[in-house]
């Protein structure tokens, strides 16, 4: 046959499939995420039946999906909103890093990788995913609630961080020099607070140029938006995830509502893929050497992150159980560990090890995430009625 009828055959197959699994997984009541990552985990290298042909678009629907998943978080704020909320969790991300960063860090060394693999491996541990908790609050209802801000906040603090750690990474493991680190962090900076001082002084412009009554002419110029915000971006050492989020903060009043119910379908279909090309480009056989201590940096980190999150959202006066759901949300680990990972393997400087022990643990992390935030609440409300009944 030839390719494109293959490639045609494949990607049909991939999306009935995800079809399916996101069926089963509305009936058992949970996110479809992990159903997603282990289907790409069975067709991936070395998978049941691994899937050729289609590696170029799964690749690109990935980025998209990540760029779809945070342009509709950002649509969910205004740059008011985030600016607040950052000044006020600003600790929290500073606890954060030296909470998250360390068992990753302290794991490197312990295994001989030296300073190199610690300050990977250190990145690896602390940031969350960003597109997994955005489809997680999205499938669970949660994106209005109280505690929400505070874990929006707490996110875009570690997307800033990346904004100052993968320029220094990066520069690290070409071996360039101090004032050639310290340019491209600086790049990265001034990136970032363009975008935003755009976005609250000419919210309204922007919300203006991409609006239009027609919804044909309003998804062409929304999407181009994004894509080319988050292709800038990313070409300025800044996540594009990050750009395309900015982008969703300056999109405000009712352009916003509108363009929520117009892009819902593309973000469920785009992140999909997302969720799925983690799992195809994950051998499992480099999963067993390095399984247990994954599993031990997989309990770690999830007490930390559910630590700083707690804590967190007590400051912002929010109840217990929104502590519990603040945690919980922050546990998933995803895209960008895994590109930490694949920067620092690449340089040749850090034992090929690193790539397996980071993908064993992002899956882990990438499965367990969406499963503690669904159960969180029964959990949660089972030990406060055992401690009420306890103190009757």
Do not use: C
């Not at 975008?195 to 309204?204: D, E, H, M, Q, S």
């Not at 499963?371 to 055992?386: H, K, N, T």
């Amino acid at each position: 046959m030839h390719d494109t009828t293959i490639a045609l055959i494949q990607l049909g197959a991939v999306f009935f499939g995800l079809g399916l699994l996101g069926r089963l997984a509305w009936r058992f009541g949970i996110s479809p995420i992990p159903l997603y990552l282990v289907g790409g985990l069975a067709f991936g290298s070395g998978g049941l039946i691994p899937l050729h042909g289609i590696e170029e678009f799964a690749h690109l629907a990935s980025e998209i999906g990540v760029v779809l998943l945070l342009l509709l978080l950002g649509l969910e704020y205004s740059a008011s909103e985030l600016t607040t909320g950052l000044k006020k969790s600003w600790m929290a991300g500073v606890l954060d890093i030296v909470l998250n960063a360390a068992p990753g860090a302290i794991v490197a060394l312990l295994l001989g990788w030296g300073p190199v693999g610690a300050l990977a491996m250190a990145g690896v541990t602390y940031i969350s995913s960003s597109g997994i908790i955005a489809k997680v609050l999205g499938d669970l209802g949660r994106l209005g609630n109280r505690e929400t801000p505070v874990i929006l906040s707490v996110l875009v603090f570690e997307d800033l961080a990346m904004a100052v750690y993968l320029p220094v990474l990066t520069a690290v493991l070409a071996g360039v020099s101090f004032l050639g680190g310290l340019t491209s962090v600086g790049i990265s900076l001034l990136a970032i607070t363009v975008v935003l001082v755009v976005a609250l002084k000419y919210g309204r412009v922007i919300s203006a140029i991409v609006d239009s009554p027609d919804h044909e002419v309003f998804l062409l110029k929304l999407l181009g938006s994004a894509l080319l915000v988050a292709g800038i971006a990313s070409e300025l050492q800044v996540s594009a995830a990050v750009g395309a989020f900015l982008l969703g903060i300056a999109i405000s009043g009712s352009t916003a509502e509108n363009a929520t119910r117009l892009l819902e379908p593309l973000r469920d279909l785009f992140a999909a893929m997302f969720f799925v090309v983690f799992g195809l480009n994950t051998d499992p056989r480099t999963i067993p050497p390095v399984l247990g201590m994954a599993v031990l940096l997989a309990v770690i980190t999830t007490l930390t992150k559910v630590a700083t999150g707690w804590w967190a959202a007590r400051r912002q006066g929010i109840g217990k159980m929104g502590r519990a759901r603040t945690g919980a949300a922050l546990v998933a680990r995803g895209e960008f560990s895994i590109v930490i990972a694949g920067l620092a393997v690449a340089s040749g400087h850090v034992s090929e090890q690193l790539a397996a022990l980071a993908t064993a643990y992002v899956l882990l992390m990438a499965i367990i995430g969406p499963i503690a935030a669904r159960y969180v609440e029964p959990v949660g409300e089972f030990f406060l009625r055992r401690k009420e009944a306890a103190a009757q």
